[in-house]
């Protein structure tokens, strides 16, 4: 199984909270979250109102970070925003963190992406690995 790639990234919240402010977090969200995503986004801001702008800072955060180091990984292959699809972990199932590629159109070998999310304070990092079977 050869790996393809390696992306990183690491986000300094702030700059997204500037963002965020300018642009609107459902703005933002609806451009950046793939379907999945969106909806898990909707039930987020439902359950704990947009003012809680730290969680929704996280959410949003987490998944800039990981689709830019799935970006890196999956180079040459060039996702889109949407095509590509993080769920976190799930205390309930004990499922680890996953991160799924679904190309609209057929690009290449990125069969399987393997994702490390860390985040402390105003700082999110994350790391994919892309690999094919």
């Keep these: 199984m050869p790996i393809l790639g390696i992306g990183v990234d690491i986000l300094h919240l702030p700059r997204l909270i500037s963002l965020l402010s300018r ?5 933002f969200a609806t451009k950046i ?8 986004f909707q039930l987020l801001a439902e359950q704990h109102g947009e003012d809680d702008i730290g969680r929704i800072t996280q959410f949003l955060g987490v998944r800039w970070a990981v689709k830019e180091a799935a970006y ?9 925003w949407k095509e590509v699809t993080y769920s976190s972990f799930n205390e309930a199932t004990g499922v680890k963190p ?8 057929d690009v290449g070998p990125a069969n399987k992406l393997h994702v490390s999310v860390s985040h402390d304070g105003d700082y999110v990092y994350a790391q994919v ?5």
Excluded at 23 to 27: D, H, L
Excluded at 33 to 40: F, K, N, P, V, W
Excluded at 129 to 133: D, H, K, L, Q, V
């Design 23 to 27: 642009r609107g977090s459902k703005a």
């Design 33 to 40: 979250l793939s379907s999945q995503e969106l909806r898990t």
């Design 98 to 105: 996953t991160l799924v590629y679904r190309p609209v159109h």
């Design 129 to 133: 690995i892309a690999e094919s079977t």
């Design 72 to 80: 890196k990984a999956l180079y040459p292959i060039r996702p889109t």
